[in-house]
């Protein structure tokens, strides 16, 4: 049985919500997006939490709200999304990088320590693929710069170091709810804030959207039930895996599945329109139940990261302080022959994903400066590790791995 590189689910009742929500009238508006504002506030603990329409929205409504000067310099990590850097330069700010490190893939903070100064306005620290960035050395390098501390936390609810979750480290935390992330409303995000004025100067750019329509709605549950299908193992056995194999035996665009299954598309206006009630009732629910799911998709993680380790350099956190929790929204390797790899592994039946983040040094100005950056995007590897899958699914993936590894080595080197 072939495993999908990850499952993506339809929140549970998005479509029975959607009618009940639509006969009771408060699709758009109504009292769970209060709701879910205040318990998620309270589970990061925070003073206040905002939803908006998107990541990449709730990041352009703080750059507004958090009153940094324009032209100010910002600091982002080499290693990204590249969204987030083109964000901060479509509205004006200077634009620096600083490589990442090899163990969390996070921003190294010897190296932030070195160019954060008293003219930078804010630093971005990006807690990737669910395992927590350095962030108690990078918030002492912010507060001794009086730099403003925003942390991407697109991939990690639910994850913390020491007794503190993430996104309650810096002046704001920006999360993501869209389909492959943690979890899933569809689309929209939340940012997490440490000053409840700040939280009222962005809800109300937030509430400045545009409400979103039924063709919105139609949209998002069309996109989500297809993702949901193609990731299902059961529809992926009988028809995704086959294609993927003839595509990755092909010659063509090679690249063109690696990140979703379907051809990336990275924009930078991204999703507007105003959060919904419809959403955020998905949200809380999904509040409920998302630690059990964390936890299992942890334990498959960690069962897969140790029996990996030492073979293949692995993604794993740094901090040894109690409480401190990764959730693996993917479990990462770091592989030298990446395509051989994936496509060992396709072959015995492990589909996997690259190619998601990104060198933004090299997107931006047109060079590889940052050695570990242009390393990462060459070689991380998102292997399943998916909260359904069960331990012999796991222990498959891991043997896959070692025997892909031994047939690459045995293969001639090219000439
Ligand atoms: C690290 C990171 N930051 C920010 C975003 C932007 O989130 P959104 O797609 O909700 O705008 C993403 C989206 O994948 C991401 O992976």
């Known amino acids: 049985m072939a495993i999908p590189r990850q499952r993506i689910r339809l929140p549970q009742g998005a479509w029975r919500s959607a009618i009940t929500s639509l006969i009771r009238g408060d699709l758009w508006e109504g009292s769970h997006i209060e709701r879910f504002e205040r318990d998620f506030a309270s589970y990061i603990s925070v003073e206040d939490a905002v939803t908006v329409p998107s990541g990449r929205a709730g990041f352009r409504f703080l750059f507004d709200s958090l009153g940094i000067e324009p032209g100010g310099e910002v600091i982002c990590s080499a ?14 700010y200077d634009l620096k990088f600083v490589d990442c490190e090899m163990a969390t893939l996070g921003m190294d903070p010897k190296l932030l320590a070195q160019e954060c100064s008293d003219t930078t306005q804010a630093v971005i620290a990006t807690h990737l693929y669910g ?15 009086q730099a403003k501390l925003i942390e991407d936390c697109a991939h990690c609810y639910g994850a913390s170091v020491g007794s503190n979750k993430v996104g309650a480290f810096g002046d704001a935390g ?47 549950l069309s996109k989500t039930t297809f993702e949901a299908a193609v990731t299902n193992p059961f529809l ?62 942890t334990a498959n993680a960690e069962r897969l990261i ?5 073979k293949i350099p692995v993604q794993k956190p740094v901090s040894t302080e109690e409480g401190s929790y990764a959730n693996y929204m993917l479990a990462t390797v770091l592989a030298s022959s990446l395509k051989k790899l994936a496509a060992a592994l396709l072959k015995r039946g492990v589909d996997s994903k690259h190619l998601y983040m990104r060198d933004c040094s090299r997107m931006f100005e047109g060079e590889a400066a940052f050695p570990n950056a242009a390393r990462a995007e060459r070689e991380v590897l998102h292997l399943p590790a998916y909260p359904e899958m069960s331990d012999s699914q796991v222990d498959h993936v891991a043997s896959s791995v070692d ?13």
């Open 236 to 297: 992926f056995n009988m028809g995704v895996y086959q294609v993927l194999r003839l595509a990755s035996s092909g010659s063509g665009d090679e690249d063109r599945f690696a990140s979703g299954y379907q051809g990336d598309e990275v924009s930078l206006a991204g999703k507007m329109g105003r959060y919904t009630n419809y959403q955020a009732r998905l949200g809380l629910r999904q509040m409920k139940t998302i630690e059990n799911r964390n936890q299992r998709r």
């Open 131 to 145: 395992v927590p960035c350095q962030i108690v050395e990078i918030s002492d390098i912010c507060a001794s710069h």
């Open 174 to 220: 920006c999360f993501s709810f869209e389909t492959s992330k943690v979890i899933n409303t569809m689309g929209g995000g939340m940012v997490t804030l440490s000053s409840s004025e700040v939280g009222q100067r962005l809800r109300q750019l937030a509430a400045q959207e545009p409400r979103n329509g039924f063709k919105w709605l139609a949209r998002r």
């Open 79 to 92: 290693f990204g999304y590249p969204v987030v850097p083109f964000i901060v330069k479509s509205m004006g």
């Open 403 to 415: 025997e892909a590894i031994a047939e690459i080595s045995a293969q001639p080197a090219a000439a």
């Open 306 to 310: 140790s029996q990996l380790d030492g």
